[in-house]
């Protein structure tokens, strides 16, 4: 009898073993469907020439002047690795957790309006490519799928749902109930959108979505004037916005929040120390580091300049996270040794869906992955969970160290 259980724990180490290494394997062959894509500013380029102009203003634009956009892609720049030499690397784990779910590697899908913009299969292709790839998928308040179809059509699958607090609170009340019922394992409250930030290509635009399109969470619990004032000028998601969300939001308002769900919440937005404790005093369970994509204030910090700050003040009590600007496997090293414990894409993942579908998120979330693992490998590291400060250090330091 105990001959038999000792084999059948050895059969199960086996397979486990087994599948790792699949999945380690998978990471390496699995290339770009097309040998010209290699890196995710490839997706970009390619996806411009196929967007039509509402959509493209739509997806590329940020706030303002844009110098938060500029500067949350290049401020990754400024930090450089700090390498360790003669460290045995032949095996480097990937893996890690969010709120206590596995994930094959710290890089997951943030929440972005309107995917059928770039692709008629819409959130269910990114979902389906993240669920493929053994990440988390955050679907957007403003999506063009609802939460119930994306849950129906990726089941089994790590999903949150992004929440906006409305000035109707049923609104933001009924939407929790869906993502509860339908197996949303968290809350991403997004605290730095009390109305638009100006994004001037759809203002030119007047961007609205297409007719065939609809914000389908808004499905049977509000009456959203479809054509969203077709005759008036500028952005229709910024009239939109003005219309519905609550400008009177305040901190205290996730008690609230926390009054009507057993789901952990999430912050999205902070930026600084002050708000970082808010957010934990209101009981927050993790924080993102994030500007929007830059789409909101310009002028603020980018998020990989503003994630020390963040990492200092939580202290390790609740679990960190940034978006904004990662688009390299050195980008993912430096914010994960800056104290971050994974990374979310935004525009990335919209620019594939544009070029390919779900294969195109595929194939961005396997090049990500690969090129961290090739970074860890080549700066001497060994585990994601095990990354530190001292991997990396601001260009305006090197010269006093
Ligand atoms: C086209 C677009 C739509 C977005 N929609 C939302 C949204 O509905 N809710 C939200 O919290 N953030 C939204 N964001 C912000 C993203 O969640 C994320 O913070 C940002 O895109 C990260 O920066 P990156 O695009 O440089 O990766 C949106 C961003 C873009 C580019």
Request: hydrophobic share 45%.
């Amino acid at each position: 009898m105990l001959v038999y259980f000792e084999l059948q724990e050895a059969n199960f180490a086996i397979l486990c073993v087994t599948f790792i290494l699949i999945k380690e394997s998978k990471i390496i062959e699995d290339m770009s469907s097309s040998p010209q894509l290699v890196c995710v500013n490839d997706y970009e380029k390619k996806a411009i020439g196929i967007l039509d102009a509402n959509a493209r203003g739509y997806y590329q634009s940020g706030a303002d002047d844009e110098q938060t956009l500029h500067d949350n892609v290049a401020d990754f720049k400024k930090w450089r690795i700090r390498p360790k030499m003669m460290v045995d690397v032949s095996r480097v784990n990937l893996q890690t957790s969010l709120l206590g779910s596995n994930i094959a590697f710290p890089i997951c899908i943030a929440p972005t309006a309107s995917h059928k913009l770039a692709h008629p299969q819409g959130e269910i292709a990114s979902a389906l490519a993240a669920r493929a790839m053994d990440t988390c998928f955050v679907l957007s308040t403003l999506a063009t799928t609802s939460a119930q179809s994306l849950a129906e059509s990726v089941p089994n699958s790590l999903k949150w749902y992004q929440l906006y607090i409305t000035k109707n609170r049923n609104i933001a009340k009924e939407m929790v109930k869906r993502a509860e019922t339908y197996g949303y394992k968290a809350l991403v409250l997004t605290v730095d959108t009390p109305l638009l930030g100006t994004r001037r290509a759809d203002v030119r635009n007047r961007y609205r979505l297409p007719p065939h399109l609809r914000m389908e969470n808004f499905d049977g619990i509000s009456a959203l004037s479809t054509e969203l004032n077709a005759k008036k000028k500028g952005s229709g998601l910024s009239i939109f916005t003005h219309e519905f969300f609550d400008q009177s939001v305040t901190w205290a308002d996730i008690a609230w929040l926390k009054s009507i769900t057993s789901l952990p919440v999430v912050v999205k937005g902070v930026l600084t120390a002050e708000d970082a404790e808010h957010a934990i005093s209101a009981g927050v369970a993790a924080i993102i580091v994030s500007n929007h994509g830059a789409r909101q204030l310009d002028g603020v910090s980018s998020t990989i300049m503003a994630l020390s700050e963040v990492v200092r003040q939580v202290g390790g009590r609740v679990e960190v996270y940034v978006d904004g600007g990662v688009r390299t496997g050195t980008d993912i090293l430096k914010a994960l040794a800056l104290g971050a414990r994974a990374v979310f894409l935004g525009r990335p993942v919209l620019y594939a869906l544009a070029v390919s579908g779900e294969q195109g998120v595929r194939d961005i979330l396997t090049m990500l992955a690969r090129e961290l693992k090739l970074a860890m490998q080549l700066s001497g590291q060994t585990d994601v969970n095990d990354l530190s400060k001292d991997l990396v250090v601001h260009e305006s330091r090197i010269a006093r160290l």
